[in-house]
């Protein structure tokens, strides 16, 4: 089980707007390490899509945001597409491992 | 455009060990760390570990103490990940990542399969 916390699974529709959460405690997130999002296609490689918690890296649509509270942190997916049915990971710094953990991964689907 | 380029896919029997490259191109090495991260059939991603091509420097995950090292050499712009005593549960893709803030650009992966 990972120290980062990610609903297996999450949906919506066309057009809907969807919330990733990632939530970690107060010797990651709540230590105050930065939270990387990747998503995921089926058969490729991640892609950064969020770092230092809400910056979208050039070229990641705007419909994409990312936020940080206390020990937890969250992806936001507006106007849902078809094309965003991907797997989605957060990522950050655990002290009690001297290391970098990922969440266990959200499986988003586009209804 | 960055690119990282992974060597291809292995066959190993158990207790052997395996070393994946990856070359970097079109970026200068030294300046960016290298992550490595693995994703086992149908399951999440894991960290395993960073290196510094500027120096050296390593900082490996505590279940692969022990097992892994990392190594670089920046006369080819070339990371190297060398896992030993391999388990069939150490079947997977492995990946070579750029650290930047957050990991922002990924080798395309290399298969990585332990059987007997």
């Known amino acids: 089980q990972s120290v980062l916390t990610q609903p297996p699974s999450v949906s919506g529709a066309p057009g809907q707007r969807v919330t990733i959460s990632c939530i970690g405690s107060?010797?990651?997130?709540?230590?105050?390490?930065?939270v990387h999002w990747y998503q995921q296609l089926p058969g490729t490689a991640p892609k950064l899509l969020i770092f230092?918690?809400?910056i979208r890296p050039s070229g990641v649509p705007d419909r994409f945001s990312g936020s940080k509270s206390g020990t937890s942190a969250s992806l936001a997916i507006s106007g849902l597409q078809a094309e965003d049915e991907a797997d989605y990971y957060c990522?950050?710094?655990?002290?009690?491992?001297?290391?970098?953990?990922f969440g266990g991964g959200t499986k988003l689907t586009v209804l | 455009q960055v690119q990282l380029v992974q060597s291809g896919a292995e066959v190993k029997k158990p207790g052997a060990s395996v070393k994946v490259s990856c070359k970097a191109s079109?970026?200068?090495?030294?300046?960016?760390?290298i992550s490595w991260v693995r994703q086992a059939p149908g399951q999440g991603l894991e960290w395993m570990g960073w290196?510094?091509?500027?120096?050296?420097?390593?900082n490996y995950a505590q279940k692969l103490q022990g097992r892994v090292t990392m190594t670089t050499d920046t006369s080819t712009s070339t990371a190297y990940m060398e896992l030993r005593s391999l388990r069939s549960d150490d079947t997977a893709v492995y990946y070579c990542a750029r650290v930047s803030s957050g990991l922002d650009k990924w080798g395309q992966g290399t298969l990585v399969t332990v059987s007997s």
């Open positions: 290196i510094s091509p500027h120096n050296g420097n390593t």
């Open positions: 079109n970026y200068t090495f030294i300046n960016y760390g």
């Open positions: 230092g918690n809400s």
């Open positions: 107060s010797s990651n997130i709540g230590a105050g390490y930065d």
């Open positions: 990522q950050s710094y655990e002290t009690s491992l001297s290391g970098s953990v």
